[in-house]
């Protein structure tokens, strides 16, 4: 399978943001959540990879991309993601978001409605004041995490991201998961960065100018970005479809493997 | 939800319900951040293709970094606004 790997020089001397892309065919974005890096998609590169172009990126100040100030929004976060198709000369893409990836995948479906060819949002929420937030307990969380050690957060993270079922039957999935992940460094300042970010995102209002056909995805037991936000979500974009994954946590292409399957078809289908 | 809670979402409520008749002049209020997104990007544009043009540092940077600054402050405006007036 083709794999190879660059850097984007941003225009600003400092911003340099690291991509990855492997395999063949229609190209696919991905664009991954919160404290991670590219390298989180692993799982869903494999998948996806025998039949696409998988291009997966590190967001500005994490991984091996870094960033003139920490200070982010989820609109630069999107013009980040449409510089590396720029530098690649991909004209358009499927995207697909994850969790704060699937606020700046909305990014790129407004900022940028010519470059995405289909879009699927999953575990996210598109902001404003009817998004849905967590409860107190994961909030308080959020704010305690950036102060533990890498591999204390990883762990106590747990709870919180997967659905019950899996923290009790797919046990050997999750650590696989806090493995990898650990194999990257993780920068509180970017952390914060990015916590800011998705705080200030807010694409509610227009969600309805959201032209590329898309999947929202949703575990049904997420408990750091509820379920009703994948419902609202679902009933604004226009034409889009809803997958609610029943027994799923917020991580759920760990606790559901089928999904990007699933994904692929949807992707395939709007080729 | 808290007392003071209520207080916030009643007073950002109301600010949101005055705004968008104040603005209703000027096509409304939905247009009115339209416009002033679009102003933004104009701005953060004509930036962005100055320092593509000089190609001589420190101006690339500076200019590519004012560009950033711009795209950013006018989304931070936006987001609050949008949250105001839930539009």
Known sequence: MTSRSGIVNGLDGRTRLYWESTGNGDPVLLIHGLGLSGGAWWRTVDALAPKMRVITFDHRGVGQSESLTYSYTTEAMADDAVSILDDLQIERVHVYGFSLGGMVAQQVALRHPKRVQALVLGGTHSGGRRAAVPDAEVMAFFRRRATMPAEQAAWASVPYNYGPRSQTEQVDRIAEDIERRLQNPFNERAYRGQLLAAWLHNCYGRLDRIRAPTLVVHGACDRIIPVANAHMTAERVPGAKLKILEDAGHLYPTEEPAVDEAIGTFFAEHG | ?87
């Open chain 2, 1 to 87: 939800m808290s007392f003071m809670d209520d207080v916030f979402e009643r007073t950002v409520d109301v600010s949101g319900r005055v705004a968008k008749v104040v603005l209703v002049p000027w096509g409304g209020a939905e247009a009115c951040v339209d416009a002033y997104e679009a102003a933004i990007r104009a701005a953060t544009d004509v930036q962005l293709n100055a320092a593509r043009v000089i190609a001589v540092e420190p101006a690339r940077s500076v200019l590519a970094s004012c560009a950033d600054l711009t795209r950013d402050i006018g989304a931070t405006h936006l987001s609050s606004v949008r949250w105001i007036l839930d539009v």
